[in-house]
């Protein structure tokens, strides 16, 4: 009977618990319309640059990577967490062709700043 209620509780919470683990983390971003171009800021608190990647797909800015959660790498045991430590992707549609648009991002203050100058049309 025992093994039939614990056979019971792990169907009903460990594929939620896993699927939880797979969930990534979504840092929010603001995007700023702007003469010549278009300025996306991101909040990526505690992510090294090194740690992000961006991709473009048509009009979508796709944003990729990982933060890490460097004190529990020091042997730290935690006792009360809420900062998500995790990969993460954000997929950010834009109302223009990113595919041959100039792209350049900058790092300042736990942001990061992706300026999009998109082709101009001849």
């Given at each position: 009977?025992?093994?039939?209620?614990?056979?019971w509780m792990n169907t009903l919470f460990l594929p939620a618990a896993a699927a939880l683990r797979e969930v990534c983390w979504r840092?929010?971003?603001?995007?700023?319309?702007?003469?010549?171009?278009?300025?996306?800021?991101?909040?990526?608190?505690?992510?090294?640059?090194?740690?992000?990647?961006?991709?473009?797909?048509?009009?979508?800015?796709?944003?990729?990577?990982?933060?890490?959660?460097?004190?529990?790498?020091?042997?730290?045991?935690?006792?009360?967490?809420?900062?998500?430590?995790?990969?993460?992707?954000?997929?950010?549609?834009?109302?223009?062709?990113?595919?041959?648009?100039?792209?350049?991002?900058?790092?300042?203050?736990?942001?990061?700043?992706?300026?999009?100058?998109?082709?101009?049309?001849?």
């Amino acid at each position: 009977m025992a093994d039939d209620r614990i056979r019971w509780m792990n169907t009903l919470f460990l594929p939620a618990a896993a699927a939880l683990r797979e969930v990534c983390w979504r840092p929010p971003a603001d995007i700023y319309r702007r003469a010549d171009e278009w300025l996306v800021k991101v909040d990526l608190a505690g992510v090294r640059p090194e740690d992000v990647s961006l991709s473009v797909r048509g009009r979508s800015l796709i944003i990729r990577g990982c933060r890490r959660d460097w004190i529990a790498s020091e042997g730290h045991s935690h006792y009360h967490m809420e900062i998500a430590y995790s990969h993460f992707e954000r997929r950010l549609e834009l109302p223009c062709s990113l595919e041959s648009a100039r792209i350049t991002t900058e790092s300042r203050e736990g942001m990061l700043l992706i300026r999009i100058q998109p082709e101009t049309q001849s």
